[in-house]
């Protein structure tokens, strides 16, 4: 029988548990050009308390992006020296780390606001070279991996969605013309960096084939390993949520049909339940991201009793609020 705890393997990697912290914001991001004590603590206890894998807040791609406030940037002077030493702290613990990256506004080539329809092939051409420049940073800062962010409502998103996607040439279109931004990404990154390259995307509930395809072709042009949301993710998974199960079949059926790990995106927060869906489908790999922000040291506490749950109440104002801390610890 599989269990959250169990030592597997995760790519390349060796991993402690099959739970993978994945980040959101990061409101305690830095303090006179540096980042703050608050982020390389939170960090160590995350590395330290038998999590899988660490991947990171959002990191903006673009400085002055709509989230930009509330997230890394890929350009600040010190990012180099600061997530060296953060992705350090996390290796100190065999720990592999991720950095999630993407953007929300198209602002390139001195134009503001580019729609998906609106981009040139210079755009394109020079967004990829922008995640190409990220990539080789974030490899000499450290870090394992890369996470690109192509769902939520993040640009790429938009690129890949056949709603918003309404181009006539190779870049619009068919499936393939639509992901084609983003393998030719995918594998610019794989040529020139050692990255382990995830890809976080959004799954159709209502048409579970193309998100099958979206999947294999992923897998087909190199991505290492994939994540499964939903554009309104995290708030998708509330308290009161009677469908979460949408997210869980769609997750058991690529599992089963491609040959990179797979995670699941969210929605369980207690150990039986996640080691019932791990022993009942094809999933292997559960991301979590408000118990953490909670708590980031439950899973010690849960590998130590043998079971847990956590105590985060998915009230969601840590993604509402723009912020990395939990609101209902702070007003205990």
Known sequence: MKDIFDKCDF???????????????????????????????????LSKNNVGLIIT???SLYPHDKFSDYSHSINYPLFMKDFKYLTDICHESDVPVFAQVAFANCNVNGKQMIGVNDLTLEDIRQIQSDYIIAARSLSFAGFDGIQLNIGNNYFLSKVIDAKENRRSDKYGGSLGNRLRMV??????????????????????????????????????????????????SPQFFSKDCKE???????????????????????????????NDLINKSEISFVSMQRPFVYNPTFLSEWKKNGEGASLCSKCNNCYWKKTSTCHMVAEE
């Open 11 to 45: 790519g390349e990697f060796k991993l402690k548990s099959r739970i993978i912290r994945t980040g959101l914001w990061e409101s305690q991001n830095r303090q006179h050009g540096y980042l703050k004590p608050e982020v390389f603590l939170r960090y160590e206890r």
């Open 57 to 59: 807040e959002l990191i």
């Open 244 to 274: 979460e199960n949408i997210l869980f079949d769609i997750t058991d059926r690529i599992s089963g049909e491609v040959d990179v790990p797979v995670i699941l995106g969210g929605g369980l927060s207690d150990m039986k339940s996640i």
């Open 183 to 232: 393998i030719e990404l995918i594998q610019a990154i794989k040529k020139i960096t050692p990255l382990h390259v995830n890809c976080r995307f959004n799954v159709n509930p209502h048409d579970e084939e193309e998100s099958l395809e979206i999947a294999r072709l992923l897998e087909k042009y190199g991505a290492d390993s994939l994540q499964l949301t939903k554009p309104s």
